[in-house]
């Protein structure tokens, strides 16, 4: 068994899988480690990874990218809008203020939204993960951005089981890349010595990701986190691109920025010039043929150039960095080191800024493009039953200040802030409230908000009442930062005051005991507002317990039945039912994104099985057109040539024409049609190479056979054990078998290159094996064992006494025998 995880990034993503002997990166069906991040749709079909990414410039409006950035913001999201302004493809506002995907898909106008478009993609990773390691994949850890907020997390969540994919764990990515560096430390200090403190800067194609991780041995503790989402590699790209288009427009009087196909012609050629900056600082030449207007463009920029047009986005590298350390709390000297990942950390001027701030070099000892997935793989493999890992601790904290919102019983608003920034995650707290009825919490993000709707969701606690006496009850809420960094009302109960009727017991005794056992009468009924410093009182404490068993013992029967019946006082703890509202799919909405992604990955994989036979007719065509003229030209006649060549020409102009879209049978037929002509030929020319060795294996065997024979004949003593008319047998088909491979070679020397032999090869070597299973079991019979005879009993009494005679001295009688015999039981032993 295999587990997976996946870095889901937004221009790439890589698949890391854990086995016995350790961490791998798996290799797509283009033999890449790394899947671009693309969908593409056409008139029949769906095209994923690279395939999508290589039509990009064809198929640009039907070609969906960067729709990780889309996971579960609304539409009129500031940063939706801004990135929207970028994209090729059309989007629209959906009802519930999301984001639609519109592309033209089986012929019609469809729309999909990024949690579809996300699940696509994972489709095609999980068919990947699956195809490599020839076992079906399920568990699976998905590193996500430790910026997402709830609502991205739980459409990723969604987006995952759409695919079909078992999410073990949403791990940030901060703190994937912290356990692929920290698990193989072996010289991390000692649980009770002061952590090693290393800072880790993960600058990608669309973000900026720092983080302050404390290592000791056998765990890692996230002490801060910053970032930039909307800062990357690409936005130097789209700089250099600017620059560019401005250039060709003064020198070539084009304007790039108003021709997509153009404009992404551009940012693919700037990105590779960007990559050749991080070792040159010299001037590099930019080339583009048939650019725009079948205009040939040129251009050169250094790196001191690129520097200077992105200074300000320097400056806001320079601030996250510098807000990480300010959030640690910790000074320079406390750091030990500072490791790199990511690809945009290759541009020399961030890595001097990651210098100046922490004035260390940056080092890379992680792979910089596949350390988030071996880290989620690794995270995965701690979480699957399957697995054995090295005991690791991983404490991680939550990016954002969460607070709670309510109204308390006079309607006045009230609010707590519940877990603040940086806080542990997983985490779970309990709050207590004194209500009379129902009442309902809104948790969001405190100010600054992280985009424009702060609120993660409302939690309604259901069948709250009044107590025996109209007093509030007190009610505990248990409120849970969970393994995915998702906020939750984990669970809500209520704890009742209810009096039962109790007999006095018999004895003197038991009144006694139970008159030392205080009742608890719960609150006092007047109401309090949970406050933050509170520590809510544990459920089911050992005084509860005790007053619960005594409400339910069973007295003795007593004597006296005047005696006066107690009433006693004991609490229920009852669990109530939480109604929650969050910005996620619901069962029903997720089935049927289940059942829609089905159906579409079943009309991929008829549609591939058509294109598939289509692609063999074609293949069959230009295979036989060329060998028919060249290996295969003497094994056919010159007519038979002819008449193969127009049929071949005819099927080809059928594939262009009305062939162009045909079911997959009408495929099948044709290339069985095709075969039946051509395959004729093809076994011509194998049966002629082929043929001859039958014919010497089997020769081979009758010269052994009549070798045997005539060394019978000799009186060879190896065969003088053989029956003479078994051997006969032999010789006889030995001439029969030599008069069959005379004639039919007769016949074969006769026949044309060009027509059908007269016998195949299996035909030939079918005959050996028969001939073999006649003349092996007579000719290799194993000689009889010699019989051994026995002398008479007069000669057996003789040799005893003659053998007794040849002793050196007297023979010693029984009782001399057993005297010194080592294994007398009355003889004392040295045993060492």
């Given at each position: ?385 399957a697995f054995k890992v090295r005991e690791f601790s991983i404490t991680d904290v ?55 709707d702060p609120i993660i969701g409302h939690y309604t606690i259901e069948n709250v ?368």
């Amino acid at each position: 068994m295999s587990v997976i995880g996946i870095d889901f990034g937004n221009d790439g993503c890589y698949i890391a899988v854990a086995r016995q002997g350790g961490i791998e990166t798996i290799a797509n069906d283009y033999s890449l480690r790394t899947t671009p991040s693309f969908v593409a749709f056409g008139e029949k079909n769906r095209v994923l990874g690279v395939a999508a990414k290589n039509q990009m410039t064809t198929n640009m409006k039907n070609t969906v990218h960067c729709f990780k950035r889309l996971l579960g913001r609304h539409y009129r999201d500031p940063k939706i809008q801004s990135e929207i302004q970028t994209l090729s493809y059309r989007t629209v506002e959906l009802p519930d203020r999301g984001t639609g995907i519109v592309v033209r898909y089986l012929n019609e106008e469809q729309t999909f939204t990024p949690v579809q478009v996300t699940a696509m993609l994972f489709t095609k990773l999980k068919l990947t993960a699956e195809q490599a390691l020839g076992i079906k994949v399920n568990d699976v850890v998905i590193g996500v951005p430790v910026y997402f907020t709830d609502a991205e997390r739980r459409a990723m969540l969604d987006a995952a089981v759409t695919a079909g994919l078992n999410v073990l764990r949403l791990l940030n990515e901060t703190t994937a890349t912290a356990l692929c560096y920290g698990i193989y430390k072996q010289d991390l200090p000692a649980p009770e010595e002061k952590p090693r403190n290393v800072v880790f800067v993960d600058c990608g194609a669309a973000s900026l990701q720092v983080s302050v991780v404390a290592f000791n041995k056998g765990k890692l503790k996230m002490l801060a986190t910053s970032s930039d989402h909307n800062l990357g590699g690409r936005d130097f790209d789209r700089l250099m691109a600017q620059h560019f288009a401005n250039d060709f427009k003064s020198r070539y009087k084009i304007d790039a920025t108003s021709n997509p196909r153009a404009w992404v012609r551009l940012c693919s050629e700037v990105e590779k010039l960007k990559k050749q900056m991080s070792a040159n600082s010299t001037d590099l030449p930019i080339n583009i043929e048939c650019f725009m207007d079948d205009k040939d463009v040129t251009g050169k920029l250094n790196r001191t150039a690129m520097e200077e047009m992105g200074a300000h986005l320097l400056k806001r590298v320079e601030h996250t960095l510098q807000q990480c350390l300010s959030d640690s709390n910790l000074k320079l000297d406390d750091i030990s080191s500072v490791e790199v990942v990511g690809g945009s950390t290759r541009i020399p001027a961030i890595k001097h800024l990651i210098e100046k701030v922490f004035k260390k070099a940056p080092s890379t000892t992680l792979n910089q493009d596949e350390a988030v997935a071996r880290g989620c793989a690794l995270q995965c493999a701690m979480l699957s039953p399957a697995f054995k890992v090295r005991e690791f601790s991983i404490t991680d904290v939550q990016p954002y200040s969460i607070q709670l919102v309510w109204q308390d019983e006079s309607g006045q608003e009230a609010d707590m802030e519940v877990f603040p920034k940086n806080h542990q995650v997983p985490f779970s707290k309990m709050l207590t409230f004194f209500r009379r009825e129902p009442f309902t919490l809104q948790a969001q993000y405190m100010s600054p908000a992280t985009f424009p709707d702060p609120i993660i969701g409302h939690y309604t606690i259901e069948n709250v009442g009044p107590g025996p006496e109209g007093e509030s009850q007190k009610v505990k809420v248990k409120v849970r930062i969970n393994l995915h960094g998702l906020f939750t009302v984990a669970s809500a109960s209520l704890t009742e005051k209810k009096e039962t009727i109790e007999e006095p017991p018999e004895t003197m005794e038991t009144e006694e005991k139970t008159d030392k056992a205080p009742a608890n009468d719960g609150p006092n009924g007047t109401q309090e507002a949970p406050s933050e410093n509170q520590t809510p009182p544990e459920e089911g404490t050992q005084q509860e317990k005790m007053d619960t068993e005594k409400s339910t013992e069973t007295p003795a029967p007593s004597k006296n039945e005047n005696v006066e019946k107690k009433g006693k006082k004991c609490l229920k703890t009852v669990e109530l039912p939480v109604k929650e509202v969050v910005k996620a799919h619901n069962a029903t909405q997720l089935n049927n994104l289940v059942e829609r992604e089905a159906q579409m990955v079943q009309a991929d994989k008829l549609e591939n099985e058509r294109i598939n036979a289509k692609n063999a007719v074609e293949e069959y065509v230009y295979e036989i057109r060329g060998k028919i003229h060249e290996e295969l030209e003497q094994f056919i006649s010159e007519a038979d040539r002819d008449k193969l060549s127009l049929q071949l020409e005819d099927t080809e102009n059928w594939l262009y024409e009305e062939g162009e879209d045909c079911k997959k049978q009408i495929y099948l037929d044709k290339l069985a049609e095709l075969k039946k002509q051509g395959e004729p030929i093809k076994t011509r020319k194998r049966e002629r190479e082929t043929l001859p060795r039958a014919f010497e294996s089997l020769s081979g065997t009758i010269q052994l056979a009549r070798k045997a024979v005539d060394q019978f004949k000799q009186g060879e003593e190896k065969y003088n054990h053989l029956d003479a008319a078994q051997v006969e047998k032999v010789e006889k088909a030995v001439v029969e078998k030599q008069d069959w491979i005379d004639k039919h070679l007769g016949l074969v020397s006769s026949t044309a290159l060009h027509a059908d032999l007269p016998i195949t090869a299996s035909q030939v070597m079918s005959e050996k094996g028969s001939f073999d299973a006649l003349v092996i079991p007579i000719m290799n019979k194993p000689k009889p064992k010699p019989k051994v005879e026995e002398p008479p009993p007069a000669d057996k009494e003789a040799g005893k006494k003659q053998e007794g005679e040849q002793t050196n001295g007297p023979k010693l009688d029984e009782e001399q025998q057993q005297q010194q015999s080592p294994n007398n039981p009355s003889e004392p032993m040295d045993v060492d």
